[in-house]
């Protein structure tokens, strides 16, 4: 999983024409820690799709704009629009982000 540092970064990969998959995170989050013990198996299986992540306590305004309230929080863009978000209280277990996925990327 790519890791995206800045702001002009992450706006040059979500106009991309396929969805990309972003991951918002901090540090000191104990759920983003447990996401991270089962997300490799989701990713994959979604392999077809390029997976990003981004603190976002390093990236500031980027959480803000695209409304995650809570992390960690599992996003979806293409052509430099948000197409689906899954919050943070959905995240805990590899079967919700499994299910939101396929919901969203078939």
């Given at each position: 999983m790519e890791h995206i540092?800045?702001?002009?970064?992450f706006n040059e990969i979500i106009k991309?024409?396929?969805?990309v998959?972003?991951?918002?995170?901090?540090?000191?989050?104990?759920?983003c820690k447990r996401m991270d013990m089962?997300?490799?198996e989701v990713m994959e299986e979604f392999q077809n799709y390029k997976w990003y992540q981004i603190n976002s306590d390093e990236v500031e305004g980027i959480a803000q704009k695209y409304e995650v309230m809570g992390i960690p929080s599992i996003l979806i863009f293409q052509n430099g629009e948000k197409k689906a978000h899954q919050h943070s209280a959905y995240t805990k277990t590899p079967e919700?982000?499994?299910e939101f996925l396929h919901q969203q990327l078939g």
């Open positions: 540092k800045t702001a002009e970064n991309s024409e396929e969805p998959i972003i991951k918002f995170f901090a540090d000191w989050c104990p759920d089962f997300i490799g919700s982000v499994t």
